[in-house]
């Protein structure tokens, strides 16, 4: 009963450690946000039809926005942009963390599933237990390493009314 208890525990933490986290931001219409990036920033923009450019800013007017794509320098109107995001490239700790505690706790679960039988402390196989939660977080690990490595987010400056 108590490792039933631990489990789901231990489940509900990993939950509520990892919900995301809410950023305080200017109105996402604010132009004037666009106009105070400094050079350099990576941006991604959204064009109002479909298109999706990828480039750091070089400048930014009250009208456009002057970006180095490839090398070479890209201007868009403000009215032809429907959203402007800056590129962030994502951590793949969080992955790495979670694919970790998920792997461990998988481990874990199968430990107890083999030991289930157990009557007497004697009985119990710790090195079994051991050996598949650390095999499970590592498997975990780097199934999140995997899946979270070298992508990138957006967070949102400017969207078009």
Same mark, same amino acid.
């Given at each position: 009963m108590k490792i039933k208890f631990l489990i789901v525990f231990l489940i509900a933490s990993l939950f509520l450690t990892t919900a995301p986290l809410s950023f305080a931001q200017t109105s996402p219409n604010d132009w004037s946000a666009v106009q105070n990036l400094a050079a350099g920033t990576d941006l991604i923009v959204k064009t109002v039809n479909g298109q999706t450019v990828h480039g750091s800013i070089l400048q930014a007017t009250a009208n456009e926005v002057e970006l180095s794509v490839k090398g070479k320098s !890209?201007?868009?109107s403000k009215n032809k942009i429907a959203a402007?995001?800056?590129a962030v490239a994502?951590?793949?700790k969080r992955s790495k963390n979670i694919g970790l505690i998920t792997g461990a706790l998988v481990g874990a679960g199968?430990?107890?599933f083999i030991n289930k039988d157990a009557v007497y402390e004697a009985d119990y196989n710790y090195s079994a237990a051991v050996l598949l939660t650390a095999a499970g977080g590592a498997v975990g690990f780097f !199934?999140?390493?995997l899946f979270g490595k070298?992508?990138?987010?957006?967070?949102?400056i400017y969207k078009a009314k």
């Open positions: !890209v201007s868009l402007l995001y800056s994502k951590s793949g199968a430990a107890g !199934v999140g390493r070298g992508k990138k987010k957006g967070v949102l």
